[in-house]
Every structure is written in structure tokens, then in C-alpha cells.
């Protein structure tokens, strides 16, 4: 059974830092995963899907990585802002089902 | 074009009543999904369904929970009776591609704001 873990569970910075987030689970299996934004109230938006196959991917100051041999996966976030300050949360797919990890809370402090 | 819609927002029920919630997804969308996310967790799969047919339900407390999608669009999920335990965020999300095509990595989803549950 798939479990993913994310770490640290919250995190607060100043503006302006650059932060890393992680994510790891236990299953090398997976065909891609994903990282997701959550803001308070509001449904997940997808940020980046990683395929199995790639390295790492890119989305304007965000870039997040896979290793899938360790079993881990980063999402850095490049010059923090105010307004990155949301749960992130990352999913491995398995197939026909994305197991998710708890979640970080990041607030970014002006 | 539009989102997942998903109604209540909130819901606050006494334990051992029941409570239904509606999903309308993405138009053409193919494939629907509900998750149970508690707070301070990760969603969690309840049911997938594609079409109007179950891919999997592993994880739905059956003795409770039931859901159905008829005529492979709108789809309801219900609880009866509810349980302190299931406070939580339900929410729906769609995918374009049938749950087949998921393994080509390429599938997105789209999820709804999600209908807040307190059972007291």
C-alpha cells in the first residue's frame, strides 16, 4: 500500500526566501506525481506533474523533482511571496489512484 | 469554461442523521472522483467512477456511505448516519481521460471548492 509522507507538516518564512518542500513514499511504482496547492475553503489546484520518466519540471518560480529510486520528490519555490502562503500537498499515481501526502502549510510573512 | 461544482458548502448535522452531498463536474468529463480530506490530512479516495459505472470504491465505508452517478454526469454522495469521525471536507473532482488512460501519467484533475461537514 502506497503511503506518502510531506515534511515539514508547516513552515513560515520571510518574504523573499527560497524554501524547499519535501515529499517521499513508500511505493517506487508510480507513474507520475503531482503537487497541488490548497488555499483555506478552496478546492486543489494542480501545480506540476512529474512523469516517471522525468527528472524535473518547471512552472515559472516554482520547480519540483523526482527521484523515484528513493522514493522522493522536492517542490522549491524560488523568491517566496505573500501570496505563495497555501498548503501544498503532494500525490504519487499509482495508476488509477493518487495517494496524497498530508500536506505542508507554508505562510510567507511580508 | 466551468469548474466542478459541488453543493453544500457547509453542512452541520447531529450524529445519526444523514446528509447528502451533489457533485456536477466538468462538462465531457469522463471520470469522477470523491475524497474524504479530515482535517490536517491529505484527501483520501473514497469512490471513482467512470462514467456511470464504479472503477473503485475500496475505500468507502460501505455500512454508511453510498454514492451514486446516474446517467454518468451529476453524481450524489450519502451518508447514513453519520458519525462524529466523518467531519471532514468532501470533495469531488473530475478528469477528462477514462480511468484506463491514467496510466499514461497525463491525466489531470479538476477539483471542486468541497462541502465542509461538521457532525456534532
Known amino acids: 500500500k502506497q503511503e506518502v509522507t510531506q515534511i515539514p507538516a508547516a513552515l513560515s518564512v520571510p518574504e523573499g526566501e527560497n524554501l524547499v518542500l519535501n515529499c517521499s513514499f513508500t511505493d517506487s511504482a508510480i507513474y507520475n506525481l503531482q503537487w497541488f496547492r490548497q488555499d483555506p475553503g478552496k478546492g486543489l489546484t494542480s501545480l506540476l506533474l512529474?512523469?516517471?520518466?522525468?527528472r524535473e519540471q518547471t512552472s515559472g518560480r516554482l520547480n519540483a523533482s523526482l527521484d523515484k529510486s528513493s522514493g522522493r520528490s522536492t517542490l522549491y519555490i524560488a523568491a517566496s511571496q505573500p501570496g505563495d502562503s497555501a498548503t501544498y500537498l503532494c500525490a504519487a499515481n499509482a495508476g488509477n489512484m493518487l495517494t496524497f501526502g498530508g500536506g505542508t502549510r507554508l505562510m510567507v510573512k511580508p | 469554461e466551468a469548474g466542478v461544482a459541488q453543493s453544500p458548502r457547509y453542512k452541520i448535522i447531529e450524529k445519526r442523521q444523514s446528509v447528502a452531498f451533489w457533485c456536477n463536474p466538468i462538462?465531457?468529463?469522463?471520470?469522477l472522483y470523491w475524497y474524504q480530506q479530515i482535517l490536517g490530512q491529505g484527501p483520501k479516495l473514497l469512490i471513482q467512477?467512470?462514467?456511470?459505472?464504479?472503477?473503485?470504491d475500496s475505500q468507502l465505508p460501505k455500512d454508511r456511505f453510498s454514492a451514486e452517478r446516474l446517467k454518468g454526469v451529476d453524481s450524489t454522495l450519502k451518508i447514513q448516519p453519520a458519525k462524529l469521525e466523518d467531519s471532514a471536507v468532501y470533495l469531488c473532482a473530475s478528469s477528462l481521460l477514462a480511468s484506463i488512460e491514467l496510466y499514461s501519467g497525463a491525466n489531470v484533475l479538476t477539483f471542486g471548492a468541497g462541502s465542509r461537514l461538521t457532525v456534532l
Open positions: 462538462s465531457g468529463h469522463a471520470t
Open positions: 467512477f467512470q462514467n456511470n459505472g464504479v472503477v473503485d
Open positions: 512529474i512523469q516517471s520518466s522525468q
